[in-house]
C-alpha cells in the first residue's frame, strides 16, 4: 500500500520560514511534489521534482522556495522563505508511481500571518 506522511505545516509570520516533508513508501516514485489550495481557490501546482533531477516552480515562488528529493528515503522536502500571507493554503504532497499511478497525501496546513 502506498503511505504518504506529511509534516511541516504551521503558522509564521510574514518573512520566516518553514520546511514540509513528505515521506512515500509502498512504491517506486518517479515525480514527487507539492501542491497548495487557499481558500476559494483551485488547487495549484507548487514544485515538482523528477527522478532525473528536474524541478519545476510556479512563478509566485520562484526565488523563495526550493524542493529537494531523497531518493533513498523517498522523501521530498519543500523549504519556504520569505513567506507572505498570500501562501497562506492547505498544501498536498502528490507523487507518480514509476506505474504512473498518482496519490495525494492528506495535507498539511500553512498559515502566514502577523
Known amino acids: 500500500q502506498v503511505r504518504l506522511a506529511e509534516s511541516g505545516g504551521g503558522l509564521v509570520q510574514p518573512g520566516e520560514s518553514l520546511r514540509l516533508s513528505c515521506e512515500a513508501s509502498?512504491?517506486?516514485?518517479?515525480?514527487m511534489g507539492w501542491y497548495r489550495q487557499a481558500p476559494g481557490k483551485q488547487r495549484e501546482l507548487v514544485a515538482t521534482f523528477t527522478n532525473g533531477g528536474g524541478t519545476n516552480y510556479a512563478d509566485s515562488v520562484k526565488g523563495r522556495f526550493t524542493i529537494s528529493r531523497d531518493s533513498a528515503k523517498n522523501t521530498v522536502y519543500l523549504q519556504m522563505n520569505s513567506l507572505k500571507p498570500e501562501d497562506t493554503a492547505v498544501y498536498y504532497c502528490k507523487v507518480r508511481s514509476v506505474v504512473e499511478r498518482d496519490y495525494w497525501g492528506q495535507g498539511t496546513q500553512v498559515t502566514v500571518s502577523s
Open positions: 509502498g512504491s517506486i516514485f518517479s515525480i
